[in-house]
């Protein structure tokens, strides 16, 4: 059974920093490309970041790019992002996907809410 289990999020102030966590399992990690998505509220799914199988292809989105980081590790079949210098507008349900869009697996979701 495929499986993508995200962790990390929280309530942070603006400034602030977290670390986004996704374990996968059921399908050879290593052979994909890993995507972060995030869905605001009342707003659509909004690509954030992917890295490629190997780690040295990275795109971030413009609204995020300079404040996170996209990163993997292979052997841990596990996907993280380290969220810096968050923003009110941050907030949203953050969510680790297989490949590049349309995505053929994503997780439940972690909550980020970024308010003073």
């Known amino acids: 059974e495929v499986q993508l289990v995200e962790s990390g999020g929280g309530l942070v102030q603006p400034g602030g920093s977290l670390k986004l966590s996704c374990v996968v399992s059921g399908f050879s990690f290593s052979a994909y490309d890993m995507t972060w998505v995030r869905q605001a509220p009342g707003k659509g799914l909004e690509w954030v970041s992917t890295i490629n199988d190997g780690s040295y292809k990275i795109n971030y989105s413009p609204s995020v790019k300079g404040r996170f980081t996209i990163s993997r590790d292979n052997a841990k079949n596990t996907l993280y992002l380290l969220m810096d210098s968050l923003k009110n507008e941050d907030t949203a349900v953050y969510y680790c996907?297989?490949?590049?869009?349309?995505?053929?697996?994503w997780g439940q979701g972690t909550q980020v809410t970024v308010s003073s």
């Open positions: 996907a297989r490949g590049l869009s349309p995505y053929t697996a």
